[in-house]
């Protein structure tokens, strides 16, 4: 027979996944101070502490404990006293990497910002927004020319992969790639075909970029862009 303690409450659930739910937001602003202080660049070869501090014009000791943080979340290893960057940190926290992801996570992390004001949200509804669009030329450019790293930091690879695997993928004669953004993804399927030929379609801004990379691929024969809204414009 089991015996149940009267002063204390009878308890069949843990509270971890509440206590689990505070520590993303710890990992992610030790990732964005990161990617702030540009320390990802300087732990390609194992380094100490102090060396990176060094570096960085940061307090040495902190600097210690911040990237003690950075290991414990396994963007970075630690071996005695010298600190390197993961497999994972290397291929897209590295700045002079073409799949360096970093403007790109700092961007989405801004997006988020409306989240520290939830409770004023939930309250009183949605504040009311002036009729000028979203998004501005230059807001676009900018994206898109960072989504260039995303798609070559494995979705280009695996959409390909999955499309290339059609049964009807060889008899492909043209592709429209609709909301292609900067166009590598699109230009990766057309490759991966003999002869098939592909249109990016997305924004004016937005193809502006994608005609820069395929002019960069060397992909002008079989790629081409037709700039407009799909929301509203007959492609």
């Known amino acids: 027979m089991v015996h149940r303690n009267m002063l204390l409450p009878d308890v069949t659930i843990s509270y971890g996944p509440l206590y689990q739910m505070l520590f993303p937001p710890i990992r992610t602003k030790l990732l964005l101070t990161g990617i702030e202080l540009h320390i990802f660049n300087y732990l390609c070869d194992p380094i100490s502490?102090?060396?990176?501090?060094?570096?960085?014009?940061?307090?040495?000791?902190?600097?210690?404990?911040?990237?003690?943080?950075?290991?414990?979340?396994?963007?970075?290893?630690?071996?005695?006293?010298?600190?390197?960057?993961?497999?994972?940190?290397?291929?897209?926290?590295?700045?002079?990497?073409?799949?360096?992801?970093?403007?790109?996570?700092?961007?989405?992390?801004?997006?988020?910002?409306?989240?520290?004001?939830?409770?004023?949200?939930?309250?009183?509804?949605?504040?009311?927004?002036?009729?000028?669009?979203?998004?501005?030329?230059?807001?676009?450019?900018?994206?898109?020319?960072?989504?260039?790293n995303v798609e070559r930091a494995g979705d280009a690879q695996h959409i390909v992969n999955i499309v290339s695997k059609l049964p009807e993928f060889p008899s492909f004669q043209k592709m429209l790639d609709l909301g292609g953004g900067p166009g590598l993804i699109g230009m990766a399927i057309v490759d991966a075909h003999p002869s098939m030929k592909g249109v990016i379609f997305d924004l004016p801004p937005v193809i502006q970029v994608a005609q820069k990379y395929i002019t960069q691929y060397g992909m002008e024969k079989r790629m081409e862009v037709s700039g407009g809204d799909f929301n509203r414009d007959n492609f």
């Not at 102090?50 to 414990?72: M, R, S």
């Not at 403007?103 to 000028?132: I, Y």
Request: glycine share 4%; aromatic share 6%; hydrophobic share 45%.
């Open 49 to 148: 502490a102090e060396e990176v501090a060094d570096e960085i014009h940061t307090h040495p000791q902190n600097t210690a404990v911040f990237l003690d943080g950075l290991t414990a979340i396994d963007l970075v290893q630690k071996h005695q006293s010298l600190y390197q960057n993961t497999l994972l940190a290397q291929a897209f926290l590295v700045e002079d990497s073409s799949t360096y992801l970093g403007h790109l996570l700092t961007f989405m992390a801004r997006m988020d910002a409306a989240l520290e004001h939830l409770t004023t949200l939930v309250k009183e509804g949605p504040t009311l927004q002036p009729s000028t669009p979203r998004f501005s030329e230059d807001m676009l450019t900018q994206a898109a020319a960072m989504m260039v």
